[in-house]
């Protein structure tokens, strides 16, 4: 089961329905998005986006099982048999990965895609950055991050890009949505950030998405620029009131629950 792709990410990151629910409407739809923007909805798409998991979830192998023996307090993602199972085909998995990669990027040449060049550079660098962000553990990692938050959502939709100002609008879109939330939510776990926000972090995302939402719609209004800003941006301030809606009525339930107690 673990040869496969998205299976890992599923077995340690993303178990519960609730976080694949999460999963799926903070990484997969985004993607679909920026690809119907484009006009790529398509099975080419999910050949991009499953080789770019493939290099991700190299990442959490090499954490889990590398990374985490040189940590003080590592978080185990897995049962003890099951991380030592993992642990003696870590060469294995990592290689049917990159395999699976690879196959994705020789598939998409042959199909005709000019910019597979910049697809194959991607993956390539996602692998190096993040094996990066697995040794540095510091405030770094904030940076680290950001970068790898960026390529992670630019992989699977660069190859789509008819023109370097597509990949621009890729690259400035998915920053201020994706890259910089990232990098401040990874910040906001260091005692010496802890305190630059004004408002909790869920309040923080939601008024941040809906000053992108409002910068966006103003460009558009006026200039006739931004609609893929304003498509993101919208849905991200959708999902995220949404979250803090429930999150705040579930909150209320268990008081109301711990008044009756």
């Known amino acids: 089961m673990l040869y496969l792709p998205f299976s890992y990410t599923f077995l340690t990151r993303n178990r519960t329905l609730p976080y694949k629910a999460a999963y799926v409407l903070t990484y997969i739809i985004p993607i679909v998005i920026i690809a119907f923007y484009f006009q790529h909805v398509d099975i080419f798409l999910l050949m991009s986006l499953t080789g770019t998991v493939c290099i991700y979830e190299i990442g959490y192998l090499e954490n889990d099982h590398i990374t985490v023996q040189f940590e003080k307090e590592p978080t185990v993602r897995l049962k003890c048999e099951d991380q030592e199972w993992v642990r003696r085909r870590l060469p294995v998995l990592s290689s049917i990965r990159r395999l699976y990669a690879f196959l994705s990027a020789v ?101 941040y998405y809906l000053v992108m939402f409002l910068v966006s719609l103003t460009s558009w209004f006026f200039f006739k620029q931004g609609k893929l800003l304003l498509w993101l941006s919208g849905y991200f301030l959708i999902y995220r009131s949404l979250c803090v809606l429930l999150i705040r009525r579930k909150e209320m339930y268990n008081k109301k629950e711990k008044e009756l107690d």
């Open 107 to 207: 598939i998409l040449y042959f199909l005709g895609y000019e910019t597979v060049w910049l697809y194959m550079f991607l993956l390539i660098g996602l692998d190096m950055v993040y094996a990066l962000h697995n040794v540095i553990r510091s405030r770094w990692n904030c940076l680290t991050l950001g970068v790898l938050t960026l390529m992670k959502y630019l992989t699977p939709v660069a190859v789509f890009a008819s023109e370097y100002y597509d990949i621009f609008k890729m690259v400035l879109v998915i920053l201020l949505l994706c890259s910089i939330v990232r990098s401040v939510e990874h910040a906001n776990k260091y005692r010496a950030f802890s305190n630059i926000f004004l408002v909790e972090y869920d309040y923080f995302r939601v008024l």
